[in-house]
């Protein structure tokens, strides 16, 4: 029994600690020229569905959720929102090539209609990210007529 309290109060100090490792915050109030939604001003509704189920992790600015200050859960959702810019970035929309935009779209457009965006685990978290059917197919009509236009 002595080893195993041993074994808790390590861990416990271990736990404490790793709340004071900070983390960088993925914050920040300028919409730049170059934005997805600047550039390309889609309807309202679109607007609502990209804004509500993707820029959270695929732009510079995350609404963070109140766990987001426990580690490791921090650490979780800041290489979660890394991995998710390094994939696509729709602050940085415009300063894409027309062959990565292209890419980009067809990637966004598949991922759609395969239902792997927003991943399940963010929609756990955050129901209203959640994408309905009918926006499902008003996303992705719209993200085809911008694909030909980029072709």
């Known amino acids: 029994m002595?080893?195993?309290r041993i074994i808790?109060?390590?861990l416990l100090i271990a736990f404490v600690g790793m709340q004071f490792v900070p983390t960088r915050r993925n914050q920040s109030n300028i919409v730049p020229k170059t934005d997805f939604l600047v550039v390309?001003?889609?309807s309202k509704n679109v607007n609502t569905?990209?804004?509500e189920s993707c820029y959270d992790c695929h732009s510079n600015n995350t609404d963070y959720p109140w766990y987001n200050?426990?580690?490791p859960i921090?650490?979780?959702l800041e290489h979660h929102i890394k991995e998710g810019k390094d994939e696509l970035n729709f602050n940085e929309w415009d300063t894409y090539s027309e062959r990565r935009k292209n890419s980009k779209l067809n990637a966004m457009i598949h991922q759609i209609?395969?239902?792997?965006?927003?991943l399940y685990s963010y929609v756990l978290m955050h129901r209203d990210a959640e994408i309905s059917k009918d926006e499902?197919?008003?996303l992705v009509a719209y993200l085809r007529i911008l694909k030909k236009n980029h072709e």
Do not use: G, S, V
């Open 113 to 118: 209609e395969d239902e792997e965006m927003p």
């Open 49 to 51: 569905i990209l804004q």
């Open 40 to 42: 390309n001003n889609p």
């Open 74 to 76: 921090a650490w979780f």
């Open 2 to 4: 002595k080893i195993l």
């Open 8 to 10: 808790l109060i390590i």
């Open 136 to 138: 499902r197919q008003t």
């Open 69 to 71: 200050k426990m580690q």
